[in-house]
């Protein structure tokens, strides 16, 4: 059974601190991504990798970067946590010839 | 860039039919797809349309006209766990997928 987790479930964390969001994947795939969802605005796109070392912006990159040093792990970091960065954080993992992608349960994340 | 639209509630009742559309904007199309989210879990893939026409996968079927840039998800037989948001997709290259707000269906008995 395909499976992609992430670190937390939950996180509180305070304005300016630094914070790591770490997703893996047991199914060997190349694709990696990360996205956020807000109430009325859907999932955005924040950043994708389609391998090892290899990154994309996505549609909202500001104030994230990520790090693909390995193929199941994709880790997204919040250089300097701000309150609007108060969100749903989703990882999700796909094949390099499918659209069809996996999602981890995500990690809601307060910034106070 | 890209948009899509899609309606933000739909009500139906248990045992009937509902249509979810969506329409979209977009460069670099290649095709459209479908995710349900319940309450407090993460997306799930329901089925992608790269070319026109309908696909059916059991109870559920989605629809693709590129020239008219308009798709829908097609639930028949609805059930009360078929209570979920479901978001339509526009897939780009890198296997990228682009979201739209989805639409919040209520099955009600």
């Known amino acids: 059974d395909v499976k992609v987790t992430q670190s937390s479930r939950y996180l509180v964390k305070r304005t300016g601190e630094k914070v790591f969001l770490e997703c893996v994947q047991d199914?060997?795939?190349?694709?990696m991504f990360w996205y956020r969802q807000d109430p009325g605005l859907g999932l955005r796109l924040i950043y994708f990798?389609?391998?090892?070392?290899?990154?994309e912006k996505g549609d909202i990159p500001e104030g994230y970067s990520v790090s693909r040093e390995k193929k199941e792990r994709f880790s997204l970091i919040l250089e300097s946590a701000s309150t609007n960065q108060t969100s749903m954080y989703l990882c999700?993992?796909?094949?390099?010839?499918?659209?069809?992608?996996?999602f981890g349960p995500g990690t809601r994340l307060t910034v106070t | 860039g890209q948009s899509l639209e899609q309606p933000s509630e739909v009500t139906a009742v248990e045992g009937a039919i509902v249509q979810i559309n969506c329409t979209y904007q977009?460069?670099?199309?290649?095709?459209l797809s479908w995710y349900q989210q319940h309450d407090g879990g993460a997306p799930t893939f329901l089925s992608y349309n790269a070319l026109d026409g309908l696909e059916e996968t059991g109870r559920f079927s989605s629809f693709l006209s590129r020239s008219d840039s308009y798709g829908y998800l097609l639930l028949q037989e609805l059930q009360m766990k078929d209570s979920a948001s479901y978001f339509c997709?526009?897939?780009?290259?890198?296997?990228?997928?682009?979201f739209g707000i989805g639409t919040k269906l209520q099955v009600i008995p």
């Open positions: 199914m060997d795939h190349e694709n």
């Open positions: 977009t460069s670099g199309f290649y095709g």
């Open positions: 997709a526009v897939a780009g290259g890198y296997q990228k997928v682009t």
């Open positions: 990798s389609y391998d090892v070392k290899m990154k």
């Open positions: 999700a993992g796909g094949q390099s010839n499918s659209y069809e992608q996996y």
